[in-house]
């Protein structure tokens, strides 16, 4: 039986590698009264700036962020012996609730488009060669304390209307992702990763 893991899930978290099993966190406390997928078996309320991802080690075969990474600081300072990677820390926490050959799927602004900036709550800029630093060959944020390893399985840029359900695009909708394409109005970039753990 599969699970998966959506961050920043709202009560409706999103299932991409539709996983018998989902659960969601969100910084905000969901009211159980409005989860109506039965294949939902838990919401947990958590600040994953601040706290580790509430489940157990290798636990999940996917993780999704869609719309959350952006949301989350790069570099947070309380005082000068005191600087913390907020960001690094959260990708370690992905690799950790991941078993080996986990995915992790995330959609986010990419930088310089407008979409990265617009949202006063957006602080961290993800750019198309930022997940160099998560995967093979680099691990450049290994230096910052990145102790995962993540492998490609795709990097794109798209725009966000054609992601989430790709599957259920008609011949029109079809048609307009690739007019979008080439006229290079992806606002968003997408990583596909692939946990590696041996």
Known sequence: MSAHLDLG?????????????????????????KIKDVSIVEIKQSNLTFEKIPFKTNFFDSVSAYD????IPRVINSN???????????????YRVLKHGGKFYAVTPVYPH??????????????DKTHHYFTEPSLG????????????????????????????????????????????LESHILWELEAIKV
Request: glycine share 4%; aromatic share 14%.
């Open 9 to 33: 899930s709202g009560y409706k978290p999103k299932n991409t590698y539709t996983a018998n099993h989902l659960y969601g966190i969100d910084i905000e406390k969901i009211d159980k009264s």
């Open 68 to 71: 959350f990474l952006e949301h």
């Open 80 to 94: 000068q012996s005191n600087t913390r990677y907020a960001f690094i820390e959260l990708m370690n926490e992905i």
């Open 114 to 127: 407008p979409s990265s900036f617009v949202d006063p709550t957006h602080v961290n800029f993800i750019t």
């Open 141 to 184: 944020a290994s230096m910052y304390g990145f102790n995962g390893r993540f492998k490609i399985i795709r990097i794109k840029k798209i725009r966000p209307k054609y992601l989430y359900e790709p599957h259920r695009l008609n011949f029109k909708q079809k048609l307009r992702k690739l007019n979008d394409k080439l006229k290079g």
